[in-house]
């Protein structure tokens, strides 16, 4: 990233809201859960499974984590009703993590119960660091009572290779990321090439222990080593899946399908969707000028 870039990055908490629903458009699959059924029936119509997200993060009170537990219940119904191929991903911090974890690992209870009942799958995403912890420690409690729920790792995260022998030991299903919270540089690997080490590093530690893992990436280097390794330990497609987010790579999603993999695309959806879709514009490398020359009215 440029100068301009990362001054343009800067400045994106600041660019009025509508500039980023404009931009952030391709990301989200739409307002409402009809929308997401429909995104994710046009998925697998590609062949390629969905994991939807409710969108919402951080909630304070806890008519709305309850209301964010209800929401995520309809979305299994829905998944149920219309025969989707889709799994849900939930935020610990939507569902009361921040008011009392205790009653936050019941939400989660409840929507894995349901899920297990309709024979689906439940992922815990990873938010920030100042939630690992709890975020693990509700995956765990929540896992000695299901097996349908799995969780997700930052491959950025020092901490992460510990975290990763412990889950990897339980055979634990794992969705493998780089991470995409801003963390000090004491406790995350902030170069390239030092997160893109780490990731592969984590990623043999787990499927050669067998566990079942989400490679979530879109960068060409860990796709091609997730690949290789894939291939030297002869795993089978149903041994991993690649993961891939709504608007980010479509046509190098299709070329791993084409090539016989599975693949599932996070799918969110909902009213909250400005915190997510700033995460994504950041992260965009060709976004900055578009949203630079849209703020100041620019063609
Ligand atoms: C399915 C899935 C679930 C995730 N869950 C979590 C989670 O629970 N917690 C968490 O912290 N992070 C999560 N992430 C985000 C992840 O940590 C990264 O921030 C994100 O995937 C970008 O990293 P990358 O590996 O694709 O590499 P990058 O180097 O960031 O991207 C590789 C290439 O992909 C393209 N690209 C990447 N992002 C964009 C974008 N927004 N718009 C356009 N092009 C783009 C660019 O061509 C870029 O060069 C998830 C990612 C995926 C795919």
Redesign the pocket.
Known sequence: MNLFDHLVVAFLPLTPKPVIAYFAKP?IAGATLDEGADCVRRLNAENTMATIDVLGEDVFTRDEAIAAREECKRVLAKITQQKLDSNISLKLTQLGLKIDKTFCQANVEEIVASAKTAGNFVRI???DHTVTDDTLEVFRAVKNKYDNVGI?I?AYLKRSEEDVRHLAAERANV?L?????VEPAEIAFKGRREVQQNYVRLLKILLEAGSYVGI????DI?LSSARQIVMDLKLTPQQYEF???LG??PERRRELVSEGHRMRV?TPYGSHWYAYSVR?LK???S?AGHVFKAILGFK
């Open positions: 990301y995403d990873m938010e997700v930052q969705r990321c780089k991470g995409i919270y979530a990436t879109h960068d860990l993961q891939m987010l980010v790579r996070y994504r992260e965009n490398p976004m």
